[in-house]
């Protein structure tokens, strides 16, 4: 069965210093991962994406994630990060071998960033 | 959000009473989902449609109900049999994966609250 976990609730850091939130996964085959953030009342919106290539993707607002097969995981990481970034992550994933899915995600809990001045 | 609008933003009712939830997208999507958020867990699937006059149960389906008569709508009824209708609802819609693997774009989301 397909999976997400994101093992932290919350993850606090100063503003300027590099974050990261952490997802690991579970599929039958090659996952096809996700991440988008949700601010306060809001729609998600969509940050990045891995479908396959080059393990490190770069996404929207200085976002990227790295895809490591071994690990099974596909954490989110800034090098610097700023206020504005506080809100609520999610990481998705698909399974590439599970068809007729209609694009579907299954989701992670969510981790929610706070980015104090 | 833009592209995908959601109505109303929030919505009160009475234990009992059906209620729909619009979804409108102006993205030429094929595909549109129902998500429904509750704190701590995620998104969870609910319905999801890959083309006009077709759909299928997600993992959370039971007291509601969808239709699909038109691209660019995908309403959601939450029907009196739904035991914990409360919540936050999410509508998304996205390119259907013929030739690659495609985002879904998420509307601004309904809660729903019902005493």
């Known amino acids: 069965a397909q999976s997400v976990a994101q093992p932290e609730d919350q993850v606090n850091v100063a503003e300027g210093n590099p974050l990261t939130v952490k997802c690991t996964y579970s599929?039958?085959?090659?996952?096809?991962l996700f991440w988008y953030v949700q601010y306060p009342n809001r729609g998600l919106q969509f940050l990045l994406k891995?479908?396959?290539?080059?393990?490190l993707v770069k996404g929207s607002y200085g976002f990227e994630a790295e895809f490591n097969k071994s690990q099974t995981s596909f954490h989110l990481k800034k090098p610097s990060a700023l206020v504005s970034d506080s809100a609520l992550y999610f990481c998705a994933v698909r399974d590439s071998v599970i068809y007729n899915q209609g694009g579907k995600l299954i989701f992670g809990q969510g981790t929610e960033l706070s980015v104090k001045p | 959000d833009g592209g995908i609008t959601q109505s109303p933003k929030y919505l009160f009712r009475k234990e009992g009473q059906n209620v729909t939830l619009s979804c409108e997208q102006n993205l030429n999507h094929d595909a549109m989902y129902w998500y429904r958020q509750d704190p701590g867990q995620g998104l969870r699937l609910i319905y999801y449609s890959q083309i006009v006059n077709d759909f299928q149960k997600g993992d959370i389906a039971e007291g509601y109900s969808v239709s699909r008569e038109k691209k660019e709508s995908f309403p959601l009824t939450v029907t009196s049999a739904q035991k914990n209708p409360t919540a936050f609802y999410l509508c998304a819609s996205s390119m259907r994966d013929y030739d690659g693997v495609y985002e879904q774009y998420f509307g601004p989301g309904t809660r729903l609250t019902v005493t």
């Open positions: 599929v039958s085959g090659n996952p096809y």
């Open positions: 891995y479908i396959t290539g080059d393990n």
